[in-house]
C-alpha cells in the first residue's frame, strides 16, 4: 500500500479497515480522534538525510487530566513522518514533537478525543486481580482462543490496492471464536520438503515481498523497503477491526530468512522500526522471535537485549512473550506471560506442573503438538487428528491456561484462504473452537478455580460458590463426584456440553448420595458436565 502524498505540512489520519483516511488539521478546528482508536499525525518534509529511517522524532501527548505520553514517530515514505496516536481517554489533549530535523521539531496542535464506542475496549493487558488472567483497558476480560498463521502477512502482500484473502481467511477465523492470530511480520520458506500435491496456488513460500531493499536472496539490510510494512498494517488493522489480537513475532529463525547480523546497526534499525510502527495498535501483542534459541542464531543475552530495548521504545507498554518455553521458564521476569511449547500426551498434569513452576503468570501453549490435518500434509506434529486438537486445547483450558491451534492448511506457508473451496472431508473443524468460545462466555471461564480434584476421573473448574465444570474424558462411562460433605440428601443440577457440535442438554436433578456419580451420555469424545450444588455453610 502506497499512503498518498499530500501539499499540507500536516495531516491527520484515522486507521480503518485498509489504508487511512485524511483531513486537514489546524489550531482553529482541532481533530476528534476516538478513544483507543489509533490516529496518524503525518509530516512532510522538504529534504531527507540518505537514510531518513534513522531521523530521530517523537511527540509528546498531554491530556487535559495530565495524562503524558512520549512516543516515538517513524518514516513512512514519500517524505512523510508519521506518529501513530492512540489515546487512552476522551477529552482534550496537547501534543508537541521534537526531532533534531528543525522541519519536524516543536510542531504543536490539539485533538478532542471521543469517547470510545462500544466495541472499543482498549489494549489487552494483565489482570491485576488475578495473575493467571488478561484484560482489556476498560475492564472486561479477555480470553485468548490463539490460532498460528505465520505466513498471514503474505496473503495479499503483492496486491497494492485490497486483501481480500486476508479479509476471507480473518473472517472465518473470528465467526469460528478466535481472539488471537499468531504471525511473523515476514517469514521466507519452510526447511521440510513440501507435499507434492500442493495446489500452487495455496503455496505462499518464498515470496517476492521482502522488509529490507533487494531481497531474501540478495538483500540490502542497510534500508528497509516502507511498502512492505505499508501493506502489512492492512493486515494489523484488519485483525483490530475484527476484535483479534495480532501476536506478532519480529523475528524467526527457521525460516530461512536472510536477517541481518544480531545486533548490527541494521539490526537494530528493523527492529526499532517495527516497534515504532506498530506498538500504537491496540491489539498488538510483542513475541521477540519464534523458535527464540533454538537455532543457534543467538543467545539469551542476544534475547535479553531485545527486550530491554522493546520495553524502553514502546510509549504503549504492550505485553511481551517469547515463543521459547526455556527462555521463558529460566526468566519469567523479563516477560509478562509464558508461552510453552509442550507436546506431551498427557497434556492436563503438565500444564498444571507449568502452573506451579511459573507463578503469577498467564500461561499460553502455543504449540501443543497437535497440528489439525489438512488437504496436503505440511507438518504433522504429534496429533492431526480434529477431535484429538480440540480435547487437548481444552485440556488447557481445565488446566488454567490457554490454547493455540493449528491447522495444517494455514498455519506456515501453505494458506487456504476460502475453507469452502476445499472438499468437506479437508476443511478444517474450526466450529469446534466457536463452541469453546460459547462455554467461556458463558460461564466466564477465565474466572474460575483450577487445580482441584472434585471428582474421581478427569478435570474441573470451580468458582468455589457450587458450580463445577468437570472435563469428562471420552473414556469415562460414569464420573464419581467428589462433593462436599455438607451438600449430601440436598440435590444438584445436572447440564451436559457437547464440544463437537455446542449444544447442551436439558438440565436434570440428582441427588447427592455419599458417592455421588453420573452416568455419562453416549456419543463418541470426551464431554463437559456443567453441575450446581447449593453453597455449604460456612
Known amino acids: 500500500m502506497r499512503l498518498p502524498a499530500f501539499a499540507p505540512h500536516l495531516l491527520l489520519a484515522s486507521c480503518v479497515a485498509i489504508g487511512h483516511s485524511f483531513v486537514h488539521a489546524d489550531e482553529a478546528s482541532p481533530q476528534t480522534p476516538t478513544q483507543w482508536e489509533v490516529t496518524e499525525l503525518r509530516f512532510q518534509v522538504d529534504s531527507l538525510a540518505d537514510n531518513p529511517v534513522d531521523t530521530p522524532f517523537s511527540a509528546t501527548f498531554e491530556s487535559e487530566s495530565g495524562q503524558a505520553i512520549s512516543i516515538p514517530g517513524f518514516y513512512d515514505g514519500d517524505q512523510t513522518y508519521c506518529i501513530r496516536f492512540t489515546p487512552s481517554a476522551a477529552g482534550k489533549w496537547t501534543y508537541t514533537t521534537a526531532s ?5 521539531n516543536n510542531q504543536s496542535g490539539k485533538l478532542t478525543v471521543s469517547p470510545a464506542t462500544d466495541e472499543r475496549r482498549g489494549g489487552i493487558e494483565l489482570d491485576p486481580d488475578n495473575d493467571r488472567q488478561f484484560q482489556f483497558q476498560n475492564g472486561d476480560r479477555y480470553y485468548p482462543i490463539a490460532f498460528e498463521c505465520d505466513w498471514l502477512f503474505a496473503l495479499d502482500a503483492e496486491n497494492a490496492n485490497d486483501i481480500p484473502k486476508t479479509r476471507q481467511f ?66 494489523i488493522e484488519y485483525l483490530d477491526q475484527k476484535g483479534i489480537a495480532a501476536h506478532l513475532m519480529v523475528y524467526v529463525w ?34 521477540i ?47 509478562d506471560f509464558v508461552s510453552v511449547q509442550l507436546w506431551q500426551s498427557e497434556l492436563y498434569h503438565v ?25 496436503y500434509v505440511v507438518f504433522n506434529g504429534n496429533y492431526t487428528s480434529p477431535e484429538v486438537c480440540l480435547e487437548r ?39 469446534y473452537y466457536r463452541h469453546l468460545q460459547t462455554l467461556v462466555e458463558k460461564y466466564d471461564l477465565g474466572n474460575l478455580i483450577a ?31 467428589r462433593l462436599p460433605s455438607e451438600v449430601r440428601g440436598q440435590t444438584m443440577s445436572l447440564t451436559w456440553f457437547n464440544p463437537f457440535d455446542g449444544t447442551f442438554s436439558e438440565t436434570t436433578q440428582q441427588k447427592i448420595e455419599q458417592w455421588p ?19 455449604a455453610s460456612e
Open 100 to 104: 533534531t530535523t528543525n522541519a519536524l
Open 170 to 235: 480473518v473472517d472465518t477465523l473470528a465467526e469460528n471464536g478466535f481472539n488471537q492470530v499468531v504471525l511473523n511480520v515476514f517469514a521466507y520458506d519452510v526447511k521440510w520438503a513440501k507435499d507434492d500435491r500442493l495446489d500452487t496456488k495455496y503455496e505462499y513460500g518464498s515470496p517476492k515481498v521482502y522488509p529490507f531493499a533487494g531481497d531474501n536472496e540478495s538483500p540490502d539490510h542497510s534500508k528497509l523497503n516502507i511498502e512492505y510494512f505499508q501493506r502489512l498494517d492492512r493486515v
Open 254 to 287: 527457521n525460516k530461512r530468512v536472510n536477517w541481518p547480523e544480531a545486533n548490527s546497526d541494521a539490526d537494530n534499525r528493523y527492529f526499532d522500526y517495527v516497534v515504532r510502527r506498530y506498538q500504537a495498535y491496540p491489539n498488538l501483542i510483542w513475541d
Open 289 to 335: 522471535s519464534k523458535e527464540a534459541l533454538g537455532y543457534g542464531h543467538n543467545d539469551v543475552t542476544y534475547i535479553h537485549g531485545r527486550i530491554k530495548r522493546l520495553r524502553e521504545l514502546d510509549a504503549y507498554q504492550r505485553l511481551i512473550t517469547v515463543h521459547d518455553y526455556g527462555y521463558c521458564r529460566r526468566f519469567a521476569d523479563k516477560i
Open 351 to 375: 500444564m498444571r506442573e507449568v502452573c506451579k513452576n511459573i507463578p503469577g503468570k498467564p500461561i499460553l501453549n502455543i504449540e501443543h503438538g497437535g497440528y489439525e490435518k489438512g488437504p
Open 393 to 431: 486445547s481444552y485440556q488447557c483450558v481445565f488446566a488454567g491456561t490457554f490454547p493455540t491451534h493449528y491447522w495444517q492448511g494455514a498455519a506456515w506457508n501453505v494458506i487456504v484462504p476460502d475453507v469452502t473451496e476445499l472438499a468437506p472431508a479437508d476443511r478444517p473443524r474450526l466450529e
Open 451 to 481: 487445580g482441584d480434584k472434585r471428582s474421581n476421573a478427569g478435570f474441573c473448574l470451580h468458582n468455589g460458590k457450587g458450580q463445577v465444570l468437570y472435563y469428562v474424558p471420552k473414556e469415562n462411562d460414569f464420573l464419581g463426584l
Open 517 to 535: 456419580a453420573v452416568k455419562v451420555p453416549g456419543g463418541d469424545g470426551f464431554r463437559i458436565l456443567i453441575l450446581n450444588h447449593p453453597v
